[in-house]
T-cell receptor
Framework: DQQVKQNSPSLSVQEGRISILNCDYT??????FLWYKKYPAEGPTFLIS?????DKNEDGRFTVFLNKSAKHLSLHIVPSQPGDSAVYFC????????????FGTGTKLQVIP | EPEVTQTPSHQVTQMGQEVILRCVPI?????FYWYRQILGQKVEFLVS????????KSEIFDDQFSVERPDGSNFTLKIRSTKLEDSAMYFC?????????????FGDGTRLSIL
């Protein structure tokens, strides 16, 4: 049951360049999308979200883009910093009910100094 | 910044034994969740809890699992008779409300190892 898919298990980027993490979803009921960041031995930390009525949301160095027709979203980090090295989870939920979050499998980002 | 805290960080238990994982959600939060992550797999929803009752549960959350909020601060997950396949990281999360600007906040997890 892969309702949220992250096809790239890992990504390496040079410090200062742009990191682009991609995510696809299949469930049309999802109307909120989130990105969580996870360091080893810690829980997921909320990073940024986007509603399905928008196609872009920006917060500092982080921008999330949503292409609803393609059921695709991406997280852009610019400029990338070594402290951004972590596993990034794409997640989604439907705003009805108690909003259980469905996660992707994660992409491990390494930012090389 | 307020945090969700989970104890213990690592629990080792013999198969067939009962285990209780503990969580202290952020104090004014109203919605509580348990998730788990088996090694190498994705984070999976187990159960949500609101107003002192289960609001939703996944097919993973069978009769061996139960949750409780025994007082105003703790939120526990009990596994009655553990199996080898229950070995995983268990994450507790809490949320103030269901607004779009109120995401779930996660604890650092309990690593459960069943021998």
């Amino acid at each position: 049951d892969q309702q949220v898919k992250q096809n790239s298990p890992s990504l390496s980027v040079q410090e200062g360049r742009i990191s682009i993490l991609n995510c696809d979803y299949t469930n049309s009921m999802f109307d909120y999308f989130l990105w969580y960041k996870k360091y080893p031995a810690e829980g997921p930390t909320f990073l940024i979200s986007i509603s399905s009525i928008k196609d872009k949301n920006e917060d500092g160095r982080f921008t999330v883009f949503l292409n609803k027709s393609a059921k695709h979203l991406s997280l852009h980090i610019v400029p990338s910093q070594p402290g951004d090295s972590a596993v990034y989870f794409c997640a989604a939920y439907h705003s009805g009910g108690y909003q259980k979050v469905t996660f992707g499998t994660g992409t491990k980002l390494q930012v090389i100094p | 910044e307020p945090e969700v805290t989970q104890t213990p960080s690592h629990q080792v238990t013999q198969m067939g034994q009962e285990v209780i994982l503990r969580c202290v959600p952020i104090s004014n939060h109203l919605y509580f969740y348990w998730y788990r992550q088996i090694l190498g797999q994705k984070v999976e929803f187990l159960v949500s809890f609101y107003n002192n009752e289960i609001s939703e549960k996944s097919e993973i959350f069978d009769d061996q699992f139960s949750v409780e909020r025994p007082d105003g601060s703790n939120f526990t997950l009990k596994i009655r008779s553990t199996k080898l396949e229950d070995s995983a990281m268990y994450f507790c999360a809490s949320r103030l409300g269901l607004g779009s600007n109120q995401p779930q906040h996660f604890g650092d997890g309990t690593r459960l190892s069943i021998l």
